[in-house]
């Protein structure tokens, strides 16, 4: 039999192995809800990024997988150690409004998780719909073809995947130069005119083009369009031009006002259409509301957010930072075929847009 002694040091120890067990599976289940997306949505500072989150083709995509990345559990400990800063602004309400990402993950351990880059792909048909602004809502339809990119040597959007590109920044932010190297082994930099010296340089990846791709906002024009493609809005003469006016309008209002002057909208069909007015009284009495939707999607003014505020670079403005004219070739390799100046022709990317007005318009693209 055992002594009291040893008995009692058996009860010490099985209390320890009791607590060290609780605690492990304590610090386990932390961890795994703070990895966990409905953990980041509880912050009201994250308002703007989980509406757009929710809705976007990443809404299945955790949080921590695009911003703490994938990798050693140790190191990813670490990561969120160093953020902890972050906690205290919460706190104590110090935080920066609007929120700027200060650390980019880089995309080998984020985007590249899921998307395997050495694939490309040929041309994209892209459909776009829109309303034009007249009294009639006109429906417009535009198509282009996406040069994606693809085939044995890369082409395209997705060229610059294939090859090496690092820029730099001034102090501004503003990208003044670049250093090219082609899969062929072409080497060159350009540099814009009458610019600053570049103070912080990137390698070029995913995210430089697509990075908004899980938190964009639209504008007013869009949302409006969104709607009336998904029968959200009545066909009522000028919707279109009106509740645009109106969500641009509000931007620059307190939120306290939105619900007074979103009720002008019925005032407008009530004196310029009362015919419309009477015959769709209860669904224009309804516009208000549906307002106030749109502008909580597109409007956070707690945290100092719209639709202008985080610059979406998949477009035009985030492809001209680079392809313009201004940018020259200063020195490159002997042999280099490298162009004299950056190119600016739209039809690298996209085929010129083909566009109908009306409904029952049929669009003929030709392929290449």
């Known amino acids: 039999?055992?002594?009291?002694?040893?008995?009692?040091?058996?009860?010490?120890?099985?209390?320890?192995?009791?607590?060290?067990?609780?605690?492990?599976?304590?610090?386990?289940?932390?961890?795994?809800?703070?990895?966990?997306?409905?953990?980041?949505?509880?912050?009201?500072?994250?308002?703007?990024?989980?509406?757009?989150?929710?809705?976007?083709?990443?809404?299945?995509?955790?949080?921590?997988?695009?911003?703490?990345?994938?990798?050693?559990?140790?190191?990813?400990?670490?990561?969120?150690?160093?953020?902890?800063?972050?906690?205290?602004?919460?706190?104590?309400?110090?935080?920066?409004?609007?929120?700027?990402?200060?650390?980019?993950?880089?995309?080998?351990?984020?985007?590249?998780?899921?998307?395997y880059t050495k694939v490309f792909y040929d041309q994209r048909l892209k459909v776009n719909h829109s309303f034009a602004l007249d009294e009639e809502n006109t429906p417009i339809k535009s198509v282009m073809l996406f040069n994606t990119g693809g085939g044995p040597k890369a082409w395209g959007i997705h060229w610059h995947v294939e090859n090496r590109i690092v820029y730099g920044k001034d102090g501004e932010g503003k990208i003044v130069h670049i250093e090219l190297e082609t899969a062929d082994g072409e080497q060159g930099i350009y540099t814009r005119l009458n610019s600053s010296q570049p103070v912080a340089f990137k390698q070029m990846d995913c995210v430089d083009c697509h990075n908004r791709v899980a938190h964009r906002i639209f504008n007013p024009e869009k949302v409006v369009d969104e709607y009336l493609s998904n029968e959200k809005l009545p066909p009522l003469p000028y919707i279109k031009r009106e509740l645009t006016g109106m969500l641009a309008e509000a931007k620059d209002q307190p939120p306290e006002i939105w619900g007074q002057e979103f009720t002008k909208i019925s005032d407008y069909y009530r004196?310029?259409?009362?015919?419309?007015?009477?015959?769709?009284?209860?669904?224009?009495?309804?516009?208000?509301?549906?307002?106030?939707?749109?502008?909580?999607?597109?409007?956070?003014?707690?945290?100092?957010?719209?639709?202008?505020?985080?610059?979406?670079?998949?477009?035009?403005?985030?492809?001209?930072?680079?392809?313009?004219?201004?940018?020259?070739?200063?020195?490159?390799?002997?042999?280099?075929?490298?162009?004299?100046?950056?190119?600016?022709?739209?039809?690298i990317c996209h085929s010129m847009p083909v566009t109908a007005k009306g409904e029952g318009q049929t669009i003929t693209i030709q392929l290449k």
């Not at 309400?93 to 929120?99: A, C, E, S």
């Not at 001209?320 to 100046?341: I, R, V």
Request: hydrophobic share 35%; charged share 20%.
């Open 271 to 347: 004196q310029n259409y009362p015919q419309v007015y009477n015959e769709s009284k209860d669904v224009i009495n309804q516009l208000p509301q549906l307002l106030q939707e749109m502008a909580s999607q597109i409007l956070f003014p707690e945290m100092k957010v719209t639709w202008e505020t985080y610059r979406d670079s998949l477009s035009h403005e985030g492809c001209f930072k680079c392809h313009n004219t201004e940018f020259q070739l200063e020195t490159a390799k002997s042999s280099s075929g490298l162009p004299q100046a950056i190119r600016m022709d739209c039809q």
């Open 1 to 115: 039999m055992l002594g009291p002694e040893k008995w009692k040091i058996g009860v010490k120890a099985s209390i320890l192995l009791s607590l060290g067990l609780m605690f492990l599976i304590l610090a386990g289940s932390t961890w795994d809800y703070s990895n966990s997306s409905k953990f980041c949505a509880t912050c009201h500072t994250m308002e703007f990024v989980t509406s757009s989150y929710s809705t976007s083709p990443h809404a299945e995509v955790s949080c921590t997988s695009c911003h703490l990345g994938v990798g050693f559990a140790p190191v990813m400990l670490f990561k969120k150690a160093t953020e902890v800063n972050q906690v205290v602004k919460n706190v104590t309400g110090t935080y920066d409004k609007p929120i700027r990402i200060r650390n980019e993950i880089h995309v080998d351990k984020s985007c590249e998780r899921c998307h």
